[in-house]
């Protein structure tokens, strides 16, 4: 999944690993069955009656196993439907992280270069901040990639039941670095933390606090809440 990456990309998808898959779920129950289609210049993408705002993040070509952002595709560059993903390449350009600020990328040399693509737009999705991504096919050898950037998209919270199964599976996902995954988690919800060297203490809403544990080798060994 991840070789072919540099670490500072990887360090970044980390970031939005937890908080990202659990969006990805949110998203994927909200959507309705049924046949989509999108209208760039109006920046609407249609499916089963919902009507959205999207973005477009990029294209995944399945022949040449490239990715494309869509700020860099030459017949959406400077249009309303790619300002979101602009801020992709800026955000790339300012942390030297050179993924997001190359206009297409080469996926040939990855072992899963489909999952490779899934992987870029994760990230794209979580530095855009944008509540999920829509992934499909869009003709013979394409798949293009949506940013829903509309208010009716539920956001989802911090749900002190799952918390652990969220920390522990979204830290799983790149793999890089659990510490990263659970305080990017915890960033995209606001919630203020503390780090200790084996442990990261997180204020809910509401005050309860969450006692995430590290072992020796840096993976979740425990997530506790405890009562104010």
Same mark, same amino acid.
């Given at each position: 999944?991840?070789?072919?990456?540099?670490? $500072?990309?990887? &360090?970044?998808?980390?970031?939005?690993?937890?908080? =990202? /898959?659990?969006?990805?779920?949110? @998203?994927? %129950?909200?959507?309705?069955?049924?046949?989509?289609?999108?209208?760039?210049?109006?920046?609407?993408?249609?499916?089963?009656?919902?009507?959205?705002?999207?973005?477009?993040?990029?294209?995944?070509?399945?022949?040449?196993?490239?990715?494309?952002?869509?700020?860099?595709?030459?017949?959406?560059?400077?249009?309303?439907?790619?300002?979101?993903?602009?801020?992709?390449?800026?955000?790339?350009?300012?942390?030297?992280?050179?993924?997001?600020?190359?206009?297409?990328?080469?996926?040939?040399?990855?072992?899963?270069?489909?999952?490779? $693509?899934?992987? &870029?737009?994760?990230?794209?999705?979580?530095?855009? =901040? /944008?509540?999920?991504?829509?992934? @499909?096919? %869009?003709?013979?050898?394409?798949?293009?990639?949506?940013?829903?950037?509309?208010?009716?998209?539920?956001?989802?919270?911090?749900?002190?039941?799952?918390?652990?199964?969220?920390?522990?599976?979204?830290?799983?996902?790149?793999?890089?670095?659990?510490?990263?995954?659970?305080?990017?988690?915890?960033?995209?919800?606001?919630?203020?933390?503390?780090?200790?060297?084996?442990?990261?203490?997180?204020?809910?809403?509401?005050?309860?606090?969450?006692?995430?544990?590290?072992?020796?080798?840096?993976?979740?060994?425990?997530?506790?809440?405890?009562?104010?």
């Amino acid at each position: 999944m991840v070789n072919g990456f540099s670490d $500072a990309f990887l &360090l970044e998808a980390e970031r939005h690993a937890a908080w =990202g /898959a659990a969006q990805l779920e949110a @998203l994927t %129950a909200f959507l309705p069955e049924g046949p989509w289609t999108a209208d760039l210049p109006s920046c609407l993408y249609r499916q089963g009656g919902l009507e959205l705002r999207v973005a477009v993040l990029g294209t995944y070509d399945t022949d040449e196993q490239s990715w494309m952002w869509g700020w860099a595709n030459p017949g959406l560059r400077g249009t309303e439907v790619v300002a979101l993903t602009g801020a992709i390449e800026r955000y790339g350009r300012a942390h030297g992280i050179a993924e997001f600020t190359a206009e297409t990328l080469d996926l040939s040399g990855f072992d899963d270069p489909r999952r490779a $693509a899934e992987t &870029l737009a994760f990230a794209g999705m979580g530095v855009a =901040g /944008a509540p999920g991504y829509i992934g @499909l096919p %869009a003709g013979p050898g394409t798949r293009v990639y949506f940013l829903p950037d509309d208010p009716q998209v539920p956001r989802a919270g911090i749900d002190p039941v799952t918390l652990p199964r969220t920390l522990v599976a979204g830290a799983g996902l790149i793999g890089r670095s659990a510490r990263r995954a659970v305080t990017g988690y915890f960033e995209h919800h606001g919630a203020p933390v503390r780090e200790d060297a084996d442990r990261i203490t997180a204020d809910l809403p509401g005050g309860t606090p969450a006692e995430i544990d590290f072992d020796a080798a840096g993976r979740i060994s425990g997530v506790r809440l405890t009562a104010c």
